[in-house]
């Protein structure tokens, strides 16, 4: 319960920083340079999905078991690892932009020019706060959140102030709250860079999260395109502005999503040392799903029975018309702690091929969905889209879990396994 409310209050004030930054762009935008920014952002979660894939979600796993007696080093070998795809990952946002410069879309183009600039250093913290989840320290992970927040508002503030508030200038203070944050998260964690030179830990570990990330990149790539595929395609219908309102919608939401993420977070290590013991195991799974789902459920209700006000308190009167929709949206993150429990049982299992499996089907059947209903009614067909979507996400994985579970209880009982063997071998006979 402890390590669980620092988690919580970690992601909260991380998250609580970027949801009152999204609310002030809603409100002091037009919603054409809103629907830019989260036609923008979208892509960018796109590079921070693979970065997750490739080093935080693999970090978790090998931090807490594998590489635990050597941590710091490991931490440092990341770093490296951090470096070449930040580099990487620039490149590709500012291909896309100058991909929308010549398509004739100037707003499209700074913003992707801006996030190339600070996307090392928005990732970058990504990868110091989960380090500290490795050796079970969530405090330590919340006042990092603590310190970006007071960083992160009065260089907002500040902006405000001298009235250079822009999406531009909103990502570059969020760019150097990041890099104080993590050098600050770095020395507590004592992160060691080890030598490239016959460096058998680096070798290693990469090698390891290429065996594991191979499949987490399938997985994220499956997973973005269902939630984040309606900010691209929303504007063909609807344009920049219809996206702009979804995206307004979807931040109303955000506090519930992030808190089932903190604890999330939390759970997979959790479940890598539980999962020695396939009883503990399992029941660890189900206890887990009752308060995250319990959770989301009363967070719907609350914002369902205040959509009005809600909306009103937060955008001062835009996007009023749309307010009637909480009712249908808030219900994402009851299903979102339940998929989101399921995945990380299979990913402390250490199989990411398995959710693959679960995250393709997902894809195939949101992509479908997403493009029929936004077709159908714009952004009401965006908001049932993503939560009908999220529901069959939920039952793929949690039938794919089962699946698992049920081999591997097959493979450890002998007993099992001879009648299997004998029913083989009587098949055969016939």
Not at 140 to 146: H, I, M, R, V
Not at 149 to 169: I, Q
């Amino acid at each position: 319960m402890t390590k669980g409310f620092w988690a919580v209050m970690d992601q909260g004030l991380l998250a609580g920083s970027n949801f009152v930054l999204n609310i002030l762009l809603a409100r002091w935008l037009t919603p054409y340079e809103y629907g830019a920014f989260s036609l923008a952002f979208a892509i960018f979660l796109f590079v921070g999905a693979l970065h997750q894939a490739t080093l935080l979600e693999p970090m978790l796993v090998f931090g807490s078991g594998r590489y635990k007696e050597r941590l710091p080093e490991y931490l440092g070998t990341l770093v490296y690892g951090h470096l070449g795809f930040a580099i990487l990952g620039s490149l590709a946002l500012v291909a896309a932009a100058l991909g929308f410069a010549l398509w004739g879309s100037s707003s499209l183009s700074a913003v992707l020019l801006s996030l190339a600039l600070a996307e090392p250093f928005i990732l970058l913290l990504w990868l110091m706060r989960r380090a500290c989840y490795t050796r079970f320290e969530p405090r330590l992970a919340a006042s990092g959140g603590a310190l970006y927040m007071v960083l992160m508002l009065a260089g907002a503030y500040a902006l405000y102030r001298f009235e250079w508030l822009s999406t531009s200038t909103a990502l570059g203070v969020m760019a150097i709250s990041s890099l104080a944050v993590s050098l600050w998260l770095a020395a507590h964690l004592r992160v060691k860079l080890p030598s490239l030179r016959g460096g058998g830990l680096t070798r290693e570990s990469l090698r390891s999260h290429w065996e594991y990330g191979r499949w987490s990149v399938a997985n994220r790539g499956m997973y973005w395109f269902p939630n984040n595929g309606y900010y691209l395609l929303l504007p063909v219908w609807g344009g920049l502005e219809a996206g702009g309102a979804f995206k307004a919608l979807m931040n109303l939401i955000m506090p519930m999503q992030q808190t089932v993420t903190s604890l999330i977070v939390l759970l997979l290590p959790f479940l890598v040392r539980a999962r020695e013991q396939p009883k503990k195991f399992d029941s660890s799974v189900r206890l887990s799903l009752v308060p995250l789902v319990l959770a989301a459920a009363l967070y719907w209700l609350f914002i369902g029975v205040f959509h009005d006000q809600v909306v009103s308190l937060a955008y001062g009167g835009r996007y009023a018309e749309y307010a009637d929709l909480l009712w249908i949206l808030g219900l994402l993150p009851v299903a979102l702690a339940a998929n989101e429990v399921f995945a990380q049982a299979l990913r402390a299992l250490e199989r990411p091929d398995a959710l693959f499996r679960a995250y393709t089907l997902y894809a195939v059947i949101g992509g479908i969905l997403a493009v029929g209903f936004m077709y159908a009614w714009g952004v009401v067909g965006a908001v049932v889209g993503i939560l009908v979507s999220r529901v069959v996400a939920t039952a793929l994985t949690a039938t794919v879990l089962s699946l698992v579970r049920r081999r591997q209880s097959s493979a450890d009982d002998p007993g099992l396994l001879a009648q299997g063997e004998l029913a083989r071998k009587e098949s055969e006979g016939r």
